[in-house]
T-cell receptor
Framework: DTGVSQDPRHKITKRGQNVTFRCDPISEHNRLYWYRQTLGQGPEFLTYFQNEAQLEKSRLLSDRFSAERPKGSFSTLEIQRTEQGDSAMYLC??????????????FGEGSWLTVV | GENVEQHPSTLSVQEGDSAVIKCTYSDSASNYFPWYKQELGKGPQLIIDIRSNVGEKKDQRIAVTLNKTAKHFSLHITETQPEDSAVYFC???????????FGQGTELSVKP
């Protein structure tokens, strides 16, 4: 069990550029979540998938943000035309639905984005 | 609405003392309440969780209690050690096991 893996861990980009983050969930986990966290705050929910279906999106997820999980395994989060306010840590998490261990959500180490 | 309130925002204790962090939630349908520890520059690490069919759960020096009637739950750390220093987040599950809603976090400092 290698845990939730995120790439890249750090990204510095210029305002207006597009960035993409990748998340590989724990093997066999059918749910995958994206959260955003700024300094001194708790993680804020962005969206989640069950297999390849995107089941919920937060109002925080503007039109510039898009997330995909095409084959129900890894996921990508793309931010288009980045703004300075997008600077944050983007966290990915995964879980497996089931009666015994359902809802136990494990996080990756996050991808830090700095928009300059 | 979906809301989890966490107190205190900062907590400083002497090594060996106990620490208690409290959270309240708004949605009575919530049935799963995890606690995460987050160290600087790292992702949240699950340390303990509790489901709504139990009132208390213990794992070595940490314990969590849940009062469903009052809609609050608490994290208890006994015999604190300097390595317990971190930010702790409580959370509640909404939308039938979908998303977690997090509290604002408690920065715990354990002084040697």
């Amino acid at each position: 069990d290698t845990g939730v893996s995120q790439d890249p861990r750090h990204k510095i980009t210029k305002r207006g550029q597009n960035v993409t983050f990748r998340c590989d969930p724990i093997s066999e986990h059918n749910r995958l979540y994206w959260y955003r966290q700024t300094l001194g705050q708790g993680p804020e929910f962005l969206t989640y998938f069950q297999n390849e279906a995107q089941l919920e999106k937060s109002r925080l997820l503007s039109d510039r943000f898009s997330a995909e999980r095409p084959k129900g395994s890894f996921s990508t989060l793309e931010i288009q035309r980045t703004e300075q306010g997008d600077s944050a840590m983007y966290l990915c998490a995964s879980s497996v639905t089931g009666r015994i261990s359902g809802n136990t959500i494990y996080f990756g180490e996050g991808s830090w984005l700095t928009v300059v | 609405g979906e809301n989890v309130e966490q107190h205190p925002s900062t907590l400083s204790v002497q090594e060996g003392d106990s620490a208690v962090i409290k959270c309240t939630y708004s949605d009575s349908a919530s049935n799963y309440f995890p606690w995460y520890k987050q160290e600087l520059g790292k992702g949240p690490q699950l340390i303990i969780d509790i489901r709504s069919n139990v009132g208390e759960k213990k794992d070595q020096r940490i314990a969590v209690t849940l009062n469903k009637t009052a809609k609050h739950f608490s994290l208890h750390i006994t015999e604190t050690q300097p390595e317990d220093s971190a930010v702790y987040f409580c959370a509640g599950v909404y939308n039938q096991g979908g998303k977690l809603i997090f509290g604002q976090g408690t920065e715990l400092s354990v002084k040697p």
